[in-house]
């Protein structure tokens, strides 16, 4: 039986090797392409059943590629789902003719993505529905890997990619690996996925055993490690410093003292956390410009109006919409009417501190990255502000390259 095809045209290595991965998983033909002619001719001569393309090839090639294939009757009914990391509203109207499906904007969280596809293709995709949480971080040249909640089978599969992602940004070739685990149950059938957790780390964070410390209070993880041969030597401890020291070799007061400096900005923590930003063409809906173009809201709380107004003009050439506060309580009040996408944080100010915002934004489960700047570089303070989930941690004073930088970083993954 001839399976059904599907054709990729992406941007991102990355993305284009997960995808087809996965897809492949699930029984679908997986024709892949970078190039618009190549496309073009692939659409032609396979005839898949859908294909899925960048913006960017759209947007950048000498060929109208919708146009042609609107106007060959073989492939003109082939449903398209298109990603893309911006697209304005004129670009919608011009391409909503051509049987565009659905559009994702950037970054894409993949699991909206392949029930799109399930949907679409009428296929059943058997995906495992343990809830878990796994946030990667990288702080110098260490990946943080926070798992919560459970183990679940395809978000570990993906984690291979974000690491493969890190590794290629910022050109690392081994990693030392801190994996922090907290409230975690498992049961004895998930020890396998937790075996093929650490192998994930061990093959793609191209690293050893000695180079992976665990972080928890679970004392269920000592018996599942110590019942695997393999792993048994894995070292486990439920001190936070101890583990950081031990990767390191150096202690964190000393980290910080060089944090600040121009030279040591990538030592600065930062975080990067997937969200989904997706929409479907509707004829009967006409889509606002803000949710076409993904206008980036980013909001600034600090008491100094100098520090305001620097931070504000260091993203002001990115097209954001900005919003500043000289309180945090003005903030809370603004956030029943807007959310933002980031949020730039002070620690110390009057009537309501950075610490209590952090609390407020816990106990209502918002979920947008916090990128805190700060003059304040106690261990006791970082400690306490990383325990909140921020996405960064920057002493000031601080270039505008870095505060730019650190914002793109905690925004702009592809998956």
């Given at each position: 039986m001839e399976k059904d095809k599907i054709l990729?045209?992406?941007n991102s290595e990355l993305m284009t090797s997960f995808?087809?991965?996965?897809l492949s998983q699930f029984g679908f033909e997986v024709i892949t392409s970078h190039d618009t002619f190549d496309a073009l001719i692939k659409l032609k001569n396979n005839i898949p059943d859908l294909l899925i393309m960048d913006y960017y090839f759209i947007k950048n090639s000498k060929i109208d590629f919708l146009k042609e294939k609107y106007e060959n009757k073989t492939v003109k009914d082939i449903p398209i789902i298109l990603t893309a990391s911006k697209l304005d509203l004129d670009s919608l109207f011009n391409i909503a003719k051509n049987k565009i499906y659905k559009i994702f904007l950037k970054p894409i969280l993949i699991e909206d993505l392949l029930n799109t596809i399930s949907e679409l293709m009428k296929k059943k995709f058997l995906f495992d529905k343990t809830p878990c949480i796994i946030d990667v971080t990288l702080n110098d040249n260490i990946l943080f890997i926070d798992v919560a909640k459970g183990l679940n089978v395809d978000k570990i599969d993906s984690l291979k990619f974000k690491i493969l992602e890190l590794k290629k940004l910022y050109k690392i070739e081994t990693f030392k690996i801190l994996l922090i685990i907290t409230d975690l149950d498992l049961q004895e059938s998930d020890y396998k996925k937790f075996y093929n957790l650490i192998e994930t780390l061990l093959k793609y964070g191209n690293t050893n055993i000695g180079y992976i410390k665990i972080l928890t209070h679970i004392k269920q993880i000592k018996d599942i490690i110590s019942k695997n041969e393999k792993f048994k030597y894995l070292e486990i401890t439920d001190n936070v410093d101890d583990a950081i020291i031990k990767l390191t070799d150096t202690d964190i007061e000393e980290l910080l003292a060089t944090a600040s400096t121009k030279e040591d900005e990538d030592r600065n923590t930062f975080f990067w956390k997937n969200e989904l930003n997706n929409f479907e063409i509707n004829a009967d809906k006409l889509l606002n410009i803000s949710e076409v173009e993904r206008v980036?809201?980013?909001?600034i709380i600090?008491?100094?109006?100098?520090?305001?107004?620097?931070?504000?003009?260091?993203?002001?050439?990115?097209?954001?919409?900005?919003?500043?506060?000289?309180?945090?309580?003005?903030?809370?009040?603004?956030?029943?009417?807007f959310t933002p996408d980031i949020l730039f944080l002070d620690i110390m100010m009057p009537v309501m501190s950075g610490f209590d915002l952090l609390e407020y934004i816990k106990r209502k489960n918002y979920t947008f990255p916090v990128i805190i700047l700060?003059?304040?570089?106690?261990?006791?303070?970082v400690k306490k502000a990383l325990s909140y989930n921020i996405k960064s941690y920057i002493i000031k004073p601080v270039e505008p390259d870095l505060i730019l930088k650190k914002a793109y970083e905690a925004l702009n993954m592809d998956f």
């Open positions: 990729l045209v992406e995808l087809k991965e996965k980036i809201r980013a909001c600090d008491d100094d109006p100098f520090i305001l107004e620097y931070i504000k003009d260091s993203l002001i050439q990115t097209g954001w919409l900005i919003k500043t506060y000289n309180n945090a309580k003005d903030f809370i009040d603004d956030l029943k009417n700060s003059a304040l570089s106690q261990k006791e303070t």
